[in-house]
């Protein structure tokens, strides 16, 4: 029998022992979590705080858009003012909800993380890890999972709550799933930072400061950065008609708070506080034009209600998206999205985190030395498997 027939069982055999530890890991710290009322405790006052905020969204929306119908202020006829009054409510909900959840993601998951590999060395317990037939990556894998679970249980028992923006509408389903996308990106991303910094010192509470420290570093910092480096690339600028400069955007890659900006600012019909907001970091939602000379373009125009174009020029149609990049009152208005990168780019994070966390957990001597090679690992495989086997004995005969 050659090599290679023998390494592909025994490479099926290496990944179920991997997953058998990772499953045997997880189930140990979530036997450990829900064994009290703690966790579920916790998770009936979220529920309870996410209800309350809905509640008193609607509170304050609802006599606004009752007499906002009544006064006719979002134009049309009948059904139509009681359709937009009545997504302006959903809207309102959806963006709330999101934010809120998102803190709540940035908090919760670096606490369940920093502490989980620290906490083992803290109590002299991580040797006997090592020294069990268990990966120092199935190790790191399923403490990973685990501290995640929670937080996974607690996004997935609000959606029915977000859920109910459909029923004043102005959010679709695919509003909710980009949601979902960036709150989970953002609890991967976090948690995976609080775990590498948990392998990386020896005390949690170093751990839990250096994580919540990078956690506001992406959050707030990358805000604070951006709006420096754009007022310093904008200082010499002499006449108020020339192009605004911009930090790269990739800085705002990091930042969950620009993704859920991003994904509640497509639910707004007309231009809002979000759109406005996202439009300055150069893609995210286009800025759409309020009036009729927002952005013109090469043929005559005028708009009831508004001042015409210049000479020679037409108007974009107010309310509607600008389909490529150009620069309006000196925005940036591609129509481009910050979600997607926001979330490749800690999905790419987490991966690099968590195998570089895999070698941390190890002693200090055996972190980054890998003495056997794979086809030492197959030859010496092929070898135990072949002792005391006739069929193969038999094979090489």
């Known amino acids: 029998m050659s090599a290679a027939a023998v390494a592909a069982p025994l490479e099926r055999g290496r990944f179920h022992e991997f997953a058998s530890a990772v499953a045997t ?39 606004q858009a009752r007499s906002q119908v009544a006064g006719g202020a979002f134009g049309g ?39 989980a590999i620290s906490l083992e060395r803290e109590k002299q317990t991580l040797d006997l890890l090592i020294s ?8 790191v894998v399923g403490k990973l999972l685990a501290a995640l679970a929670f937080l996974l249980l607690m996004i997935l028992a609000g959606i029915p709550l977000s859920a109910l923006v459909f029923m004043y509408g102005g959010v679709t389903i695919g509003d909710l799933l980009r949601q979902l996308v960036v709150l989970l990106s953002a609890a991967l991303g976090f948690g995976t930072i609080g775990l590498f910094f948990s392998a990386f010192v020896k005390r949690t509470q170093a751990s839990t400061v250096l994580t919540y420290s ?7 910092g990358t805000l604070l950065v951006f709006v420096f480096w754009t007022a310093l690339a904008n200082r010499d600028t002499s006449s108020p008609f020339s192009e605004r400069r911009t ?23 007309v231009p809002g506080t ?60 591609r129509y481009d999205h910050f979600w997607p990168r926001f979330a ?7 991966v690099l985190l968590t195998l570089i966390s895999m070698r941390l957990v190890l002693p200090a001597g055996m972190r980054f030395v890998f003495r056997r090679q794979r086809g030492a690992r197959v030859a010496s495989a092929t070898q135990v498997a072949g002792d005391g086997d006739p069929r193969i004995e038999e094979a090489e005969a």
């Not at 800085?251 to 707004?268: C, F, G, K, Y």
């Not at 996202?278 to 939602?285: D, I, L, R």
């Not at 490749?344 to 987490?350: I, K, N, R, W």
């Open 25 to 63: 890991i997880m189930v140990k710290e979530l036997r450990s979590r829900f064994r009290g009322r703690r966790a579920f405790v916790v998770l009936t006052i979220y529920l309870a705080i996410l209800a309350l905020i809905a509640y008193g969204v609607y509170t304050v929306m609802g006599p």
């Open 77 to 115: 006829f009948g059904g139509l003012n009681a359709a937009n009054a009545s997504a302006s409510i959903g809207q309102a909900i959806f963006a709330t909800l999101s934010m809120f959840q998102l803190l709540l993601v940035c908090f919760i998951a670096p606490a369940f993380t920093a502490g």
């Open 132 to 139: 069990t037939p268990m990966r120092p990556g199935a190790i």
């Open 214 to 220: 990078t956690m506001l570093a992406f959050t707030i």
């Open 247 to 269: 930090a790269p955007e990739q800085l705002m890659w990091v930042n969950p708070a620009v993704a859920m900006a991003d994904v509640v600012a497509n639910t707004e019909s």
């Open 274 to 333: 979000f759109s406005s907001f996202v439009s300055q970091f150069g893609t995210g939602s286009p800025l759409v034009p309020t009036t009729a000379t927002d952005l013109c373009g090469d043929g005559p125009c005028a708009v009831p209600g508004s001042d015409p174009c210049p000479a020679g020029a037409i108007c974009q149609v107010p309310g509607s998206r600008i389909p490529d990049r150009a620069t309006a009152f000196g925005f940036n208005t």
């Open 344 to 350: 490749a780019t800690f999905a790419l994070l987490a």
